[in-house]
């Protein structure tokens, strides 16, 4: 009898054991899924990302394209190609499919030349400010870390962030000295692309 309760107790410490580490797992994911740039399926290409537009067997429909700020680029005899927010593999199927009605047996590889988004910024009293590359997830803190943490005159309590576009801009409060010593660390958000954050 205590060998079966004590089996039991094992079994039941073990189930726990195995629930927590999947449980911050899921946490995790809830949090990289706010990521919005990186999905199933992999790397979503970004304004002002380089392409190059491989077509085999016709060097004159191969090309490098930058993808513009409205998210196509343009690419001879078939034109306008949305590629903002497509996986490259996407994009490809779609100019093979396009480019198949006026020449055969020509197939199309597409590769990420340059990846030169999301981008974050940083404006204000810090050392180095400006434009950053976000190419995996990264927090407010993080971000602050890469343009170089505050110069002497900052008022780090009262930092913003500002969210959106146009009218449906948000605007959230950030208070490293908060931070700093482990307090209100759901201030310290995932960025998404083209968040700003201001350092008065």
């Known amino acids: 009898m205590k060998r079966h309760l004590l089996m039991l ?39 002002e990302d380089v392409l190059e537009v491989f077509v085999w067997g016709d060097e004159s429909l191969t090309r490098q394209v930058m993808v513009r700020p409205d998210g196509y680029v343009s690419l001879p005899l078939i034109g306008e190609v949305l590629c903002l927010g497509r996986t490259v593999e996407d994009i490809r199927e779609e100019v093979d499919r396009r480019y198949s009605k006026f020449i055969t047996d020509t197939p199309v590889s597409i590769m990420i030349v340059e990846i030169n988004s999301p981008k974050v910024y940083v404006i204000g ?4 400010p400006g434009v950053y590359l976000m190419p995996h997830p990264m927090t407010v803190t993080q971000a602050l870390a890469l343009a170089g943490g505050f ?6 309590a009262n930092i913003l962030l500002v969210r959106g576009i146009g009218p449906e801009q948000k605007v959230y409060e950030y208070d490293y000295t908060d931070i700093s010593l482990g307090s ?9 692309p083209n968040d700003t954050i201001v350092v008065p």
């Not at 209100?184 to 998404?192: E, G, T």
Request: proline share 5%; glycine share 10%; aromatic share 6%.
């Open 9 to 47: 107790l094992c079994l039941v410490c073990l189930g726990a054991a195995v629930a927590g580490p999947a449980a911050r797992a899921d946490d995790a994911g809830d949090l990289r899924r706010m990521f919005e740039t990186v999905a199933p399926g992999g790397y979503h290409v970004g304004a």
């Open 125 to 128: 009293k810090v050392n180095r």
């Open 184 to 192: 209100d660390m759901h201030q310290n958000v995932l960025l998404r």
């Open 151 to 156: 110069n002497p005159f900052a008022d780090d």
